[in-house]
């Protein structure tokens, strides 16, 4: 297992995951939350790599666009889809997407829980007093029950493989705690707990599923494209930057990378070397002009 340190200086381990089943199909990729940004660019990262994609989505017509692109550029590889709204869930949806994934026609060799965001909120950045109930509930729903409830119910036909296989979780910096994101940090910080303790699990059992959270930091996608004071450079890539960053840093054996080289140092001066209260003084200088004004 290479230095945490040095780990971007690596070549990526995702080829171990591409594999035939007993028909003579290739690996087929689940990614979460495909619709757009960082889902959509796995998407496109994996068929070119040599996957079969299940792309999940909570919009129809936005997915069958998706997919028809994948199509398009990779006539090769095979495309489905699965609509499921993660904000709004129920059992029944996760048990569809399993059969759905028990009828491929080849293994399942790699989950990428991409789905999450701000999306439930009236604004990306607010004060916490004014989150609503119904924005906290489906807040959670997106990024903490559906990734959960769905790995649940995928990892035995995983582990059942025997062979190499593969759950990255999208997490995000705000596991730290940041302000005008209290709702989002908490539900990033019970990713980042779950994903540790699910990697510990695997790895008692000695078990092939390599579990791997990717501490994803700010990148252009269409929720930040919202905000006229947002642009992408060198600290918010695009959604294309990120989901190379990502797939790159895979198959290494570790639990928690931060797969966007800058993301890392800026985490590292903010969060590493800067005293906690400065810290929290430098996010809030940068968030503030963004934040949802509150109203009584």
């Known amino acids: 297992m290479p230095l945490p340190l040095i780990h971007w200086f690596y070549a990526s381990g995702l080829p171990k995951y591409l594999r035939k089943g007993s028909g003579g199909k290739a690996s087929w990729a689940l990614v979460t939350g495909s619709s757009d940004g960082i889902g959509r660019a796995l998407s496109f990262e994996l068929a070119a790599r040599g996957f079969n994609v299940l792309i999940h989505g909570r919009n129809q017509t ?113 596991h730290f705690g940041q302000p005008y994101v209290a709702a989002y940090s908490g539900c990033k910080g019970a990713l980042h707990a779950w994903n540790r303790a699910l990697y510990a699990e695997q790895a008692q059992a000695k078990s092939a599923v390599e579990v791997l959270e990717a501490v994803v930091g700010p990148t252009y996608t269409q929720q930040l494209q919202k905000d006229p004071n947002l642009k992408a450079g060198l600290m918010m890539p695009t959604a294309d930057v990120m989901a190379k960053s990502i797939l790159a840093r895979v198959g290494h054996g570790h639990r928690t990378v931060v797969p966007y080289f800058w993301h890392a140092v800026q985490d590292g001066i903010v969060y590493g070397l800067l005293p906690s209260n400065m810290a929290d003084g430098v996010i809030a200088g940068m968030l503030k002009p963004m934040v949802e004004a509150k109203t009584d």
């Open 62 to 174: 936005k997915l069958k666009g998706v997919r028809d692109e994948l199509a398009a550029a990779h006539p090769q590889r095979e495309f489905r889809t699965v609509v499921v709204d993660a904000s709004n869930f129920a059992a029944a949806d996760i048990d569809r997407i399993v059969a759905q994934v028990g009828d491929l026609p080849g293994p399942l060799t790699v989950l990428i829980n991409n789905v999450g965001g701000t999306a439930p909120l009236s604004s990306n950045f607010k004060h916490f007093e004014s989150t609503t109930p119904d924005e906290i509930r489906a807040l959670y729903s997106l990024n903490v029950q559906f990734p959960l409830q769905l790995t649940r119910a995928l990892l035995p036909q995983l582990v059942a493989q025997g062979k190499p296989t593969l759950i990255v979780t999208c997490g995000s910096s705000a």
